[in-house]
C-alpha cells in the first residue's frame, strides 16, 4: 500500500496468472464502491491506472513466485504456491 504497483508491474503480476488488469480490480471492495464505477465499462487500462492510484482497489493479497500468482485469499492455492 505504501509503494503502489506501477502499470508495468501490474501488468507482468497479470501475465503470471494469465489475467488482465481488469481481473486484478474487486468490485467488492469498498475503495471500489466508494468510486461508484460500473465494472462493465472500465477498460484495462484504467483498471491499471486505478489501481496505482489507490491500490486499495484491488483483490488482495498477491501472491507469486515468480511463475505463478494467485489472487485474493485462496488458501489451498496459497499453499500449493509456497
Do not use: C
Not at 20 to 47: R, V
Amino acid at each position: 500500500m505504501k509503494e503502489p504497483p506501477d502499470i508495468e508491474e501490474l501488468k507482468q503480476l497479470a501475465s503470471l496468472g494469465r489475467l488482465e488488469l481488469l481481473d486484478l480490480l474487486n468490485p467488492g471492495s469498498k475503495a471500489f464502491k466508494d468510486k461508484k464505477l460500473d465494472y462493465k465499462k472500465i477498460t484495462s487500462l484504467e483498471a491499471g491506472e486505478l489501481i496505482t492510484e489507490n491500490p486499495r482497489i484491488m483483490y488482495r493479497p498477491l501472491l507469486t513466485d515468480g511463475e505463478h500468482l494467485v489472487v485474493g485469499f485462496k488458501p489451498e492455492e496459497m499453499e500449493k504456491l509456497l
